[in-house]
Nanobody, 126 residues
């Protein structure tokens, strides 16, 4: 089983990016998927998550109103649409999977997520 992120890149402040997390081998009926990020010298932090069976979505305060997480079961892919990006969003973004019906706890406690992708870099120029 693996998670593969894509869609990162360089964008100007105020711009948008859509990240993708391909999750072959993970059933979205059993696994919640989260997006996390880590900037140099900073701790990893949760950004957004979607619970298994699409039971709910949760966002970090920094992402509310700007980011949207969604999933496509047919493609086994989770997306993170990021709008109104600013320099503080610059980080390496990771998707992760946890076998749980409720993703919110893990969003604030990232070690609870069991499986991780390699990450994709997002750089926002001001």
């Amino acid at each position: 089983v693996q998670l593969v992120e894509s869609g990162g890149g360089l964008v100007q402040a105020g711009g948008s990016l859509r990240l993708s997390c391909a999750a072959p081998g993970f059933s979205f009926d059993e696994y919640s998927i989260g997006w996390f990020r880590q900037a140099p010298g900073k701790e990893r932090e949760g950004v957004a998550c979607i619970s298994s069976r699409q039971a709910g979505t949760h966002y970090a305060d920094s992402a509310k109103g700007r980011f949207t997480i969604s999933s496509d079961n047919a493609k086994n892919t989770v997306y993170l649409q990021m709008n109104s990006l600013n320099a503080e969003d610059t980080a390496k973004y990771y998707c992760a999977a946890e076998r749980t019906a409720f993703c919110e706890y893990g969003l604030r406690n990232w070690p609870s997520y069991e499986y991780w992708g390699q990450g994709t870099q997002v750089t926002v120029s001001s």
